[in-house]
């Protein structure tokens, strides 16, 4: 009874968005637990009538809000990021939109914080799995066969995942304006090769293991594993 009266004297100027888009604010800020009706709604300068008029509960707010969230960190991305054809462009701008947004970062762990929530959850994994996805294909693009794209992808994904962290945890050591350029640029320059073959040659590169001189990658390994068994 008590939602149908505040339904029926709701403003109906603010949309299910609006809500959704404040839900996200106060997740940034505080956690899933700052997501509550009456302390949005002061913010918005509304009553409760006017969240009653668009969800029956604040899980239906949340599921809307995480909704909204899964589209701005997919599709939208996706649709900056354009039909680029050549591969390495393309995910050269995938690298630029997921490192170039301190707030959109910080709200990531924050929903990510609570995915002890089923509903978060399965949002979070969604959008992980979405992501890695894009990714993979990307690699695959660039002529990495199906299991090497998918240690790049990875690879990749787990150094975007550290960037957030130090954001949030240790802001300070993240550098900012020309500095950020040029680390940005050395991230590119490490996670994207121009082609597979590139990768393929930068494997067989000498390389000095532990002091004991030089030889491919592979070679050493197969070296060490010998000296092992022996």
Sequence with gaps: MKAAIDRSDAKPSLTAEDWA???LDAMAAGGLD???VEPLARRLGVTKGSFYWHFVNREALLRAALELWEKRE?????ARVGDEPDPYARIVKVFKE???GYRSGRLYLAIAAAEDNPLVREFVQRVSERRMQYLVTCYEALGFDAAR???WARFAY???MGNLQIRRDTPALMPSGAAF???LKL???TLIPRTGVDDLAAAERPVAIDGAGTGTASHRSDELNTEKSS
Excluded: G, P, S
């Excluded at 997919?74 to 996706?78: A, P, S």
């Design 181 to 183: 350029n040029e680390y």
């Design 34 to 36: 700052a997501v509550a």
């Design 149 to 151: 794209a998918q240690h």
């Design 21 to 23: 888009r404040a839900a």
């Design 187 to 189: 991230m590119i320059k």
């Design 74 to 78: 997919t599709e939208d991305v996706l």
């Design 158 to 160: 787990a150094t975007f």
């Design 98 to 100: 997921a490192n170039a």
